[in-house]
């Protein structure tokens, strides 16, 4: 018997009942593959299980590059049903998984909606049995790294100031932990851990950390770690190679190679004072000592906020102490950041901005209204130039960016940093000082070693503010437009001084002299550093108004200051020579390319060689440096300059990625 279509009942009941269980199949594995809404940077499912501790055994292998072992994590259920762990993962073999039990459990590595290259994989673990919620557990992972785990720099000897042995760092902040071990990768996850460590002899190693036992040997020398205070997995560190260590206050120190320790020590022999600045105006530090490890300069940052073992920048050492004001934000971070963590990605600018805030009251303190003022003034002049370049109505102008199948990196800007700063200034502005400094502490304590996002910052300064005098300023704060509109701040602080009437007057004066120098061009030496930025900067902004002998008349008098040795003078120097055509420096400009990894400055330079039609030059300089820059540093230039990570033969015009460029710290 057949239907009006010709097709046999029992058949049209098999087709709908076996396409009805494919579809019931595959949203049931949609259920499983998809990540937390908590935070779209993860791939872990976070709202049904988290992370109290976890417990590295590894054995790093120069020879090999590479870091083999195990992870093992305890969970606990969030969940009244609970039968599966997934977590994060990039550029790992994965070998096993095994319970408390050592019993193995089965796995899936998925790569979830095609986003492998931006999220990494997801690791879908399925348990042995059910847990309920509060239940706890245990599961290890053996694993070891590959070449194509982003979080690494391993560098050959001749990359190094010793240039004898070779040397490790990783670099885990916003979403690259997952190349360093399987977990949840999230700032919503904080945990305590333990590590046991081989390094091979005679090499020293730290972790973010406090180093209990050590155990030299012939092969390997033997270190554990342990972190009681819990983190988010963005502050895992490791750094190993020939480093030494050296006190320089009570609670301070500096690690780096032995050949650059002198200089180090020197440049940051007034950590305390730093310390005891910023802790004196909002909470007591909290985690012991303070140690700061400069790197090798293929670092990609101005410094990262490990805890016990924040990363610098080796342009931060110029012989002045001019670059300290990197030490004091990092410092700060002890606090906002640290202490308090953003719970996603969206809600960066609690790390970042209030960081800032924090670290001008520090130096507000030692270093006096002036310095504070040309400080956040440079700041916010980082923060023009970075919407512009994204674009005022760009969505990654917002404090509150939707990175939603997005890497957090393409957010990564002075936005959070200077427009977050803007609006804590603001806020204080608004309800006082001395109400902003009591709410910070109150916010800050309530929160510890816990994560927020700007919801919980916005309702906790409501509910504070209104028990003050203050109370009824509240409705001056336009919290949607703060937070989610994108472009400049509709309200800003001023922080002009006199030291930029001076530096930008002295910039005019060249101008106006058209190559020759002016009469009281020697005002330049009594500048502070963030003078000599402002007049540069002054300089750039006026490009189209002044020709090559402008730069000339200035390399004739200021050539011992523009030579490259002071990263944030020079950055401005020599954009203004790129476009201008002033090609005698273009020497310089290559070796500092060669010389020098740190973001903030690189990305600028290659992005002016762009604008200013020298994109070949770029590639060129780009493709004789890529194995020295960090593989974050390279991936974002290869999208400023429009090109794939394939072969010369294969660049290719990336128009989004042009767009898209931007200076970035």
Same mark, same amino acid.
């Given at each position: 018997?057949?239907?009006?279509?010709?097709?046999?009942?029992?058949?049209?009941? =098999?087709v709908?009942?076996?396409?009805f269980?494919?579809?019931?199949?595959?949203?049931?594995?949609?259920?499983?593959?998809? $990540?937390?809404? !908590?935070?779209?940077?993860?791939?872990?499912?976070?709202?049904?299980?988290?992370t109290?501790?976890?417990?590295?055994?590894?054995?790093?292998?120069?020879?090999?590059?590479?870091?083999?072992?195990?992870?093992?994590?305890?969970?606990?259920?969030?969940?009244?049903?609970?039968?599966?762990?997934?977590?994060?993962?990039?550029?790992?073999?994965?070998?096993?998984?095994?319970?408390?039990?050592?019993?193995?459990l089965?796995?899936?590595?998925?790569?979830?909606n095609?986003?492998?290259?931006?999220?990494?994989?997801?690791?879908q673990?399925?348990?042995?049995?059910?847990?309920?919620?509060?239940?706890?557990?245990?599961?290890? %992972?053996?694993?070891?790294?590959?070449?194509?785990?982003?979080?690494?720099?391993?560098?050959?000897?001749?990359?190094?100031?010793?240039?004898?042995?070779? &040397?490790?760092?990783?670099?885990?902040?916003?979403?690259?932990? $997952?190349?360093?071990?399987?977990?949840?990768?999230?700032?919503?996850?904080k945990?305590?851990?333990?590590?046991?460590?081989?390094?091979?002899?005679?090499?020293?190693?730290?972790?973010?950390?406090?180093?209990?036992?050590?155990?030299?040997?012939?092969?390997?020398n033997?270190?554990?770690?342990?972190?009681?205070?819990?983190?988010?997995?963005?502050?895992?560190?490791?750094?190993?190679?020939?480093?030494?260590?050296?006190?320089?206050?009570?609670?301070?120190?500096?690690?780096?190679?032995?050949?650059?320790?002198?200089?180090?020590?020197?440049?940051?022999?007034?950590m305390?004072?730093?310390?005891?600045?910023?802790?004196?105006?909002?909470?007591?530090?909290?985690?012991?000592?303070? @140690?700061?490890?400069?790197?090798?300069?293929?670092?990609?940052y101005?410094?990262?906020?490990?805890?016990?073992?924040?990363?610098a920048?080796?342009?931060?050492?110029v012989?002045?102490?001019?670059?300290?004001?990197? %030490?004091?934000?990092?410092?700060?971070?002890?606090?906002?950041?640290?202490?308090?963590?953003?719970?996603?990605?969206?809600?960066?600018?609690?790390?970042?901005?209030?960081?800032?805030?924090?670290?001008?009251?520090?130096?507000?303190?030692?270093?006096?209204?002036d310095?504070?003022?040309?400080?956040?003034?440079?700041?916010?002049?980082?923060?023009?130039?970075?919407?512009?370049?994204?674009?005022?109505?760009?969505?990654?102008?917002s404090?509150?960016?939707?990175?939603?199948?997005?890497?957090?990196?393409?957010?990564?800007?002075?936005?959070?940093?200077? @427009?977050?700063?803007?609006?804590a200034?603001?806020?204080?502005?608004? %309800?006082?000082?001395?109400n902003?400094?009591?709410?910070?502490?109150?916010?800050?304590?309530?929160?510890?070693?816990?994560?927020?996002?700007?919801?919980?910052?916005?309702?906790?300064?409501?509910?504070?503010?209104?028990g003050?005098?203050?109370?009824?300023?509240?409705?001056?704060?336009?919290? @949607?437009v703060?937070?989610?509109?994108?472009?400049?701040?509709?309200?800003?602080?001023?922080?002009?001084?006199?030291?930029?009437?001076?530096?930008?007057?002295?910039?005019?004066?060249?101008? @106006?002299?058209?190559?020759?120098?002016?009469?009281?061009?020697?005002?330049?030496k009594?500048?502070?550093?963030?003078?000599?930025? !402002?007049?540069?900067?002054?300089? =750039?902004?006026?490009?189209?108004k002044?020709?090559?002998?402008?730069?000339?008349?200035?390399y004739?008098?200021?050539?011992?200051?523009?030579?490259?040795?002071?990263?944030?003078?020079?950055?401005?120097?020599?954009?203004?020579?790129?476009?201008?055509?002033?090609?005698?420096?273009?020497?310089?400009?290559?070796?500092?390319?060669?010389?020098?990894?740190?973001?903030?400055?690189?990305?600028?330079?290659?992005?002016?060689?762009?604008?200013?039609?020298?994109?070949?030059?770029?590639?060129?300089?780009?493709?004789?440096?890529?194995?020295?820059?960090?593989?974050?540093?390279?991936?974002?230039?290869?999208?400023?300059?429009? !090109?794939t990570?394939?072969?010369?033969?294969?660049? !290719?015009?990336?128009?989004?990625?042009?767009?898209?460029?931007?200076?970035? &710290?």
């Amino acid at each position: 018997m057949t239907g009006k279509s010709g097709i046999p009942p029992a058949k049209v009941i =098999l087709v709908a009942f076996t396409f009805f269980a494919a579809l019931v199949s595959y949203l049931f594995l949609r259920k499983i593959a998809l $990540r937390s809404a !908590i935070d779209p940077s993860s791939l872990s499912n976070l709202d049904e299980v988290t992370t109290d501790h976890f417990y590295l055994n590894w054995t790093i292998d120069f020879s090999n590059k590479k870091i083999s072992g195990s992870n093992t994590l305890s969970f606990r259920s969030l969940s009244y049903s609970l039968d599966r762990v997934n977590l994060d993962i990039q550029g790992l073999n994965i070998f096993s998984v095994t319970d408390e039990h050592g019993a193995q459990l089965n796995y899936d590595i998925v790569d979830v909606n095609h986003m492998a290259d931006v999220l990494g994989l997801q690791l879908q673990v399925r348990l042995a049995k059910v847990y309920s919620v509060g239940d706890t557990f245990k599961l290890t %992972v053996n694993y070891e790294t590959t070449d194509k785990s982003k979080a690494f720099s391993w560098l050959n000897p001749e990359q190094t100031a010793g240039k004898k042995y070779p &040397y490790l760092f990783t670099q885990c902040e916003p979403i690259y932990c $997952r190349s360093l071990a399987p977990l949840q990768d999230s700032p919503s996850v904080k945990s305590t851990y333990t590590a046991d460590l081989r390094v091979p002899a005679p090499l020293m190693a730290y972790m973010s950390g406090n180093l209990t036992k050590y155990t030299p040997g012939r092969t390997y020398n033997y270190l554990t770690f342990e972190s009681s205070i819990p983190i988010p997995s963005y502050l895992l560190a490791i750094v190993a190679g020939n480093v030494a260590q050296k006190q320089t206050g009570a609670r301070t120190y500096v690690i780096t190679e032995p050949e650059m320790l002198q200089a180090v020590y020197y440049e940051f022999e007034e950590m305390e004072s730093f310390l005891v600045a910023v802790e004196s105006y909002i909470l007591p530090y909290a985690w012991g000592v303070y @140690k700061i490890v400069v790197l090798p300069p293929s670092f990609p940052y101005g410094g990262m906020e490990n805890p016990l073992l924040t990363f610098a920048s080796p342009t931060l050492i110029v012989g002045d102490r001019s670059q300290t004001t990197v %030490v004091t934000h990092e410092m700060a971070h002890s606090w906002t950041g640290n202490t308090i963590t953003c719970r996603n990605w969206q809600s960066f600018w609690i790390n970042e901005g209030l960081t800032v805030f924090l670290e001008r009251k520090g130096d507000l303190s030692i270093k006096g209204q002036d310095f504070f003022r040309l400080d956040a003034y440079v700041g916010y002049q980082g923060l023009l130039e970075a919407i512009n370049n994204y674009g005022q109505n760009s969505n990654f102008t917002s404090l509150t960016p939707l990175l939603k199948n997005r890497n957090p990196d393409d957010a990564f800007s002075p936005v959070p940093y200077e @427009k977050g700063f803007q609006f804590a200034s603001y806020l204080e502005s608004v %309800v006082g000082a001395d109400n902003f400094q009591a709410f910070l502490r109150y916010f800050i304590s309530k929160y510890r070693y816990q994560s927020v996002e700007s919801s919980d910052f916005q309702q906790e300064f409501i509910a504070f503010i209104k028990g003050t005098k203050a109370a009824s300023k509240l409705n001056e704060v336009n919290w @949607k437009v703060w937070l989610e509109a994108p472009g400049i701040p509709t309200k800003t602080i001023d922080f002009t001084t006199h030291l930029i009437d001076d530096a930008t007057a002295l910039a005019d004066e060249f101008i @106006k002299a058209a190559g020759s120098v002016p009469s009281d061009s020697d005002k330049w030496k009594d500048f502070e550093s963030n003078q000599k930025v !402002i007049h540069l900067n002054h300089i =750039l902004a006026n490009k189209d108004k002044i020709n090559v002998a402008v730069l000339q008349a200035h390399y004739e008098v200021y050539a011992q200051d523009l030579g490259g040795k002071n990263a944030e003078i020079f950055t401005p120097w020599i954009r203004s020579c790129i476009f201008l055509g002033f090609t005698q420096r273009f020497q310089e400009m290559q070796y500092f390319l060669s010389n020098v990894g740190r973001m903030k400055y690189i990305r600028p330079i290659y992005q002016t060689l762009v604008a200013a039609k020298q994109r070949d030059l770029a590639i060129t300089i780009f493709k004789q440096n890529e194995n020295f820059y960090h593989p974050i540093a390279a991936a974002l230039i290869r999208k400023d300059l429009g !090109i794939t990570s394939g072969s010369e033969d294969e660049v !290719i015009l990336n128009v989004e990625a042009s767009r898209d460029s931007r200076v970035t &710290y």
